[in-house]
């Protein structure tokens, strides 16, 4: 029988490294411009989730991405991967944890953020789930254990990291806290099997898991920040500048439909959502939908805050990941082609 999960040993600081110098290696590429003809691309590769429904998605289905076009090329559960397959070329725009946007960045890909497209609150929030009968009661008790998550050097390996320095552990005590990489859709499995002692969960597989019982949250990221946007979707700054009505309509488009998403009843949009995955005829499992909340977006429309970048430029830069001196937050995105929330 496979294990639950994929192990590995790159740690925070080699997987951004590696992500930084993929990145600067290809940033010249000339994928994801126009045709230089002035005639503005209007088909949009990307990259899906399974049993899921992302914000372009919902915005196309709801025609608010007017005369744009989805080409859907592939799942992902990384962030890192998407935004990097977007700074390549390979898809035309990509979603990621905001710290995982600025080390590219800071690596030098011409990348910029255009909208928030998750976030953290009450209700959808990332959550790090123990056994119910486990000794782990704190930070320190993670010292030497395993904490299972969707991919390294992003969103939840940046959270761990602030609740063990907020709780007073060492830096050479949090080395020695092990994360792993799970794949979501394994993680409740993992964490039962005790193969890791940690479960990061988060929107309806987090649901799932609790419904079942047996399991108790250590801390939730919601809790050590407050309500925030954690994520932004970014294009180059190429395809930008070549498709400036592409990236506008884009852009808009998902504002969109994250205020169709608040100012909708919830069971609506469950089977809005439901609908779009049985159409897409990928036989995807439509029943983890029941779970949705929110997408968790914190300001309206998705339109990005300085804030929202200064908090990872800070944390990267102290601990050596990038010169913290070398980036400004306003350089990294921009809301000019968000209609939605404007003044």
Known sequence: MPAAFTSTPTSRRQFLAL?????????????????????????????????SVTLPELAADLGYLEDLTLDWVGNTISGPQDIQSAATGQTHFGGAFNGAVVKLAASKAQIQAVVSYYGSDQDTYLGYYVLEDSPIRSARDLVGKKVGMNTLGAHAQALLDIYLERNGVSKADAGKVEPLVVPPVNTEQALRQKQIQVGVLSGVLRDKALAAGGIRPLFKDHELLGAFSAGTYVMTRRFIKENPDTARTFTTGVARAIEWSRTTPREEVIARMTEIVKKRGRNEDTSTLQYWHSYGVAETG??????????????????????????????????????????
């Open 19 to 51: 992500l930084g110098i993929s990145a600067a290696a290809v940033s010249c590429g000339t994928a994801t411009a126009g045709g230089g003809s002035g005639k503005q691309l209007k088909k949009l590769k990307y990259q899906g989730a399974v049993g």
């Open 302 to 343: 998705g339109r990005i805050a300085d804030k929202e970048f200064q908090l990872w430029i800070d944390w990267l830069g102290e601990r050596g990941e990038i010169k913290k001196d070398g980036l400004k937050a306003g350089d990294l995105y921009t809301n000019e082609f968000n209609a939605q929330g404007k003044g």
